[in-house]
């Protein structure tokens, strides 16, 4: 930005907040379900770095930014980062550790509105399920 006066200073402006914020932090909460993912590797909230870099360096590779987790009885249990090529090993074993079906979902699938959903709609928006393919 180029000033055309040098001593002029940039104006600013608040916003102020009026209605209550999104409820965030329920994804941030150490559960029973964190403590098996991060223990086979995925930590709530995995982040791979740069998402562009990462599907450059992996082309072929099922990368989902920002994936969604869910079972039919605990509706979302987990989000980060996956790469499908890498992680359905992963998703396997903590499938068979916690006795339940788990279900891949994309961000906005299953994120903000999203996030309390009926089991039938998550089926429907799953692009990947442990045990077999959707």
Known sequence: MKRTNPTSKPSWSVIELTEPLYPRDFEFKPDKFARVFSA????????VG????????HPVNKFIPNANVFCRRHGKIWWGDLDLARDKPKLEAIARRLRMRLYVLYEYDGRFENAAQEHSAVVARAIWKTGGKK
């Open 50 to 57: 740069s998402k562009s870099g990462y599907r450059l360096a």
């Open 40 to 47: 086979n590797g995925l930590p709530i909230g995995l982040c």
